[in-house]
């Protein structure tokens, strides 16, 4: 390995442990009431390390997002090409349970984003804005509930109040697990499945309502 190959993953050991000192930071103490210098502070790191990487407060929180939803949109991919399903709807709770225990496993983050993005709805489009940036958002679920909705696998027609009750109903369920984890639960996995089953029975259309036999 050459001197500048090291350098360069040094670099980005750096850049890595500067991302997750400052979402613990951002989590434990909120975003607002946090300084840059703070953050080099409580990382044990001068002021001048951080900024040879961020510019800023927010360019560090972008950073922490952009890996976030990368992140979770290759386990959204993952989970419906690996999916062995044919039918459309148990695509849609897969990719569903995907974000549940995404955000359980990670609770720093969805501790920080609660706190911070806020979400918009234009064109039947949902949008999370962070400050100045607003990125489009959940397109794969819309994407899922359109395939069910034409499947005639869905209840309810309106695309926009199927994905609010989807969302509404599994963020619930990850901000009892994240702010209150001593509730009494199954394994992460089975729980969570266990759940999302009991949800998609309130939205689905049953067998017999498509004149077919239980």
């Avoid at 190959?5 to 670099?11: L, V």
């Avoid at 975003?31 to 409580?42: F, N, P, Q, V």
């Avoid at 695509?91 to 501790?111: G, N, T």
């Avoid at 609010?164 to 992460?188: I, N, Q, S, T």
Wanted: aromatic share 12%; charged share 35%.
């Amino acid at each position: 390995m050459s001197i500048q190959d090291r350098k360069s993953r040094e670099n980005e050991d750096l850049k890595r442990k500067i991302l997750t000192a400052a979402l613990r930071i951002f989590a434990e103490h909120g975003y607002r009431e946090i300084s840059m210098r703070k953050i080099a502070a409580l990382i044990e790191y001068s002021p001048t390390t951080i900024y040879r990487f961020f510019k800023n407060k927010e360019d560090l929180l972008g950073a922490i997002v952009i890996e976030t939803y990368g992140e979770l949109a290759s386990r959204f991919e993952k989970a419906g090409r690996e999916s062995a399903y044919e039918d459309p709807l148990e695509m849609l709770k897969s990719i569903v349970r995907e974000y549940v225990v995404f955000c359980v496993e990670r609770p720093e983050m969805f501790r920080l984003l609660s706190d911070v993005a806020e979400f918009e709805a234009e064109d039947g489009i949902i949008y999370e804005r962070l400050g100045q940036t607003r990125r489009q958002v959940f397109q794969s679920w819309f994407a899922g509930i359109r395939r069910a909705l034409a499947a005639g696998d869905l209840r309810i027609e309106d695309e926009m109040r199927i994905f609010l009750y989807l969302w509404h109903a599994a963020d619930g369920y990850v901000y009892d697990e994240v702010f209150h984890p001593g509730l009494p639960r199954k394994p992460l996995a089975e729980d969570a499945a266990g759940y999302l089953d009991l949800i998609f029975e309130a939205i689905k259309i049953g067998k017999t309502e498509k004149g077919e036999l239980r």
